[in-house]
């Protein structure tokens, strides 16, 4: 399997959208989101010219259909393996073309251990190649659970993943077995959210904002019927919904998992719509109180009492197993330390280090997502202050908190996001691997001139920018003064301890020189 979705173009989506009388979906309209991400949403490459052959291998098909393929790829120099989404953009009509810019646009803003990762997008004039996380493992819909506890543990994960998205305003809206796949074949535990093709960023990112529609104050609805039918509300069946659409889907989800069933059947199709409106589920005796709890709160046919996946997850179904996992969990020495390092380390060099975190699928990433979720108390998908202090509490690390958090949020938005905190407990053994930095080098030289300058990094940053004094990030590796860095300047500042400076006092002045003139100049 793969983080491209057999479902999808390069895969031939099995017709999961179909319209009201309102007309055509117009998703092709969210190609161009804003930055809502912080700089995690400039860590995804997108190039117009490149061929993506050039920096990868190409492996085995994983997959093929009527506007593609997906193959594996081997990137060149690291060696680290990818799915590589190859599409025929003349074979697409306007409406599948939409869902794939439209897939590509929230991803770009999503950060999540749970939620597939795309790294690079090549576009040409008449093909599209999507770098994706690869997924070995198989779908929801292919395995078997042999007990209730492995199921609430693959649910909390889900919920946690797409309570995450509601909060970044992202509805999933296809929420079906075929769209959680595994990361490996021997692990029943890493699931990951794929295909978000048909998902809806809503206006201004937020879920819950009102508006007001003819005097009468209502929340921002969509009017399109997607998704599989087993899974879709009542609201979806009518035309108008809301973020709870996928809250309805996951209770669906749950009982499929725990019965080998859909909770609601029908010979025909306006049968099975009758039964969802009713909403009378018959569960089986074997179903624990605690299960039969959390399924009947997100079926709720009133979608006004239907839990939202932040309730669901404080359901005792959810909670035995956070709390059975959390104190079985012991954060490593090791990781804690590295965290120290990097709240140390310079700010440019953390940006780095974030380069490497966002692509890095070695396994050490599985225990830092274990880390991380044990940390996320909260299931919001970030960190926050308090979840921090608690654990540096919990662990009898005598660190100031507010010091230590203000360290890793490298992008100031007042929580640590999954990549950052990748970002700050992954250590510095990467340092020894001139490819791997160079790497690091070639994706911050944006302009391609062989140096990061002051242009590069305000293109990396984009609306960012202005968080960030960027001659001081280039002061921390340039050691001529010149506001420039080259790769080997670039090396010495990874290589660099907490403290230790580039510059001389020469060359400080330098700078402090070139600021001021370039200062007279823009007068």
Same mark, same amino acid.
């Not at 859909?262 to 179903?287: C, H, T, W």
């Not at 299960?291 to 079926?299: E, G, K, M, V």
């Not at 944006?446 to 300058?453: A, E, L, P, Q, Y």
């Given at each position: 399997?793969?983080? !491209? ?39 995804? *490459?997108?190039? *117009? ?18 506007? /593609? ?31 794939? *810019? ?56 889900? %919920? ?32 990951? %959210? ?56 996951? /209770? ?34 074997? @179903? ?23 309730? !669901?997850?404080?359901?005792?179904? @959810? ?37 490497? !975190? ?34 540096? %509490? ?39 691997d001139r490819e791997i930095l160079k790497g690091l080098f070639d994706s911050l030289d944006i302009t391609k001139n062989g140096r990061i300058t002051k242009k590069d990094l305000l293109k990396f940053l984009g609306s960012d920018a202005k968080k960030y004094d960027v001659e001081q990030l280039l002061g921390e590796g340039d050691e001529t003064g010149n506001l420039e860095i080259t790769f080997e300047e670039f090396v010495k500042m990874m ?29």
């Amino acid at each position: 399997n793969s983080g !491209a979705s057999r479902n999808q173009p390069g895969g031939d989506r099995m017709g999961c959208c179909a319209t009201t009388e309102e007309g055509q979906p117009k998703l092709s309209k969210q190609k161009s989101l804003p930055n809502e991400g912080g700089l995690h949403t400039q860590l995804l *490459k997108e190039n *117009k010219s490149a061929s993506v052959w050039e920096k990868y291998k190409k492996g085995k098909l994983l997959g093929a259909g009527m506007t /593609g393929a997906v193959h594996v790829g081997i990137h060149r120099d690291t060696g680290v393996r990818y799915a590589i989404k190859s599409i025929n953009k003349r074979k697409l009509d306007p409406a599948q073309l939409g869902e794939l *810019k439209n897939e590509v646009a929230l991803l770009r803003i999503l950060d999540h251990p749970s939620i597939v990762r795309l790294y690079e997008v090549y576009e040409l004039p008449n093909r599209m190649y999507l770098v994706m996380q690869l997924l070995e493992g198989k779908d929801l819909g292919q395995v078997r659970f042999n007990t209730e506890r492995q199921v609430a543990k693959v649910m909390r994960k889900i %919920v946690h993943a797409i309570g995450y998205c509601h909060s970044k305003g992202v509805v999933h809206r296809d929420i079906k077995l075929e769209n959680f796949v595994f990361t490996s074949v021997d692990n029943l535990e890493d699931v990951i %959210v794929i295909d978000f093709g048909i998902g809806k960023k809503t206006v201004a990112g937020d879920l819950k904002v009102e508006i007001t529609e003819s005097k009468a104050t209502q929340k921002r609805n969509m009017k399109t019927v997607c998704g599989t039918p087993y899974y879709m509300s009542p609201q979806v069946l009518d035309g108008r919904y809301d973020q709870k659409c996928d809250c309805w889907a996951i /209770g669906v989800l749950a009982f499929i998992l725990l019965t080998s069933r859909p909770p609601f059947n029908g010979r025909y199709k306006r049968e099975l719509d009758n039964r969802i409106r009713a909403g009378v589920v018959q569960y089986p005796n074997s @179903m624990s109180v605690n299960a039969r709890n959390f399924i009947s709160n997100l079926l709720k046919v009133d979608a006004r009492q239907r839990w939202t996946c932040q309730q !669901a997850l404080q359901s005792d179904w @959810m909670k035995n197993v956070q709390l059975a996992d959390v104190k079985s969990f012991e954060i490593e020495k090791d990781t804690l330390e590295k965290m120290i390092q990097f709240q140390q380390a310079g700010r440019l060099k953390k940006m780095a280090l974030m380069i490497r !975190a966002f692509t890095d699928t070695s396994k050490r990433v599985q225990k830092l997502k274990a880390t991380f979720d044990s940390l996320d108390t909260t299931g919001t998908g970030t960190l926050t202050h308090p979840e921090l202090k608690e654990a540096l %509490v919990r662990h009898k690390i005598n660190l100031d908190s507010k010091t230590v958090f203000d360290a890793l949020d490298v992008d100031k938005r007042g929580e640590i996001s999954y990549t950052e905190f990748l970002a700050a407990t992954m250590g510095d053994e990467l340092q020894s691997d001139r490819e791997i930095l160079k790497g690091l080098f070639d994706s911050l030289d944006i302009t391609k001139n062989g140096r990061i300058t002051k242009k590069d990094l305000l293109k990396f940053l984009g609306s960012d920018a202005k968080k960030y004094d960027v001659e001081q990030l280039l002061g921390e590796g340039d050691e001529t003064g010149n506001l420039e860095i080259t790769f080997e300047e670039f090396v010495k500042m990874m290589e660099r301890g907490p403290g230790e400076t580039p510059m001389s006092e020469s060359a400080r002045s330098k700078v402090s020189s070139v600021k001021a003139l370039s200062d007279d100049v823009r007068e």
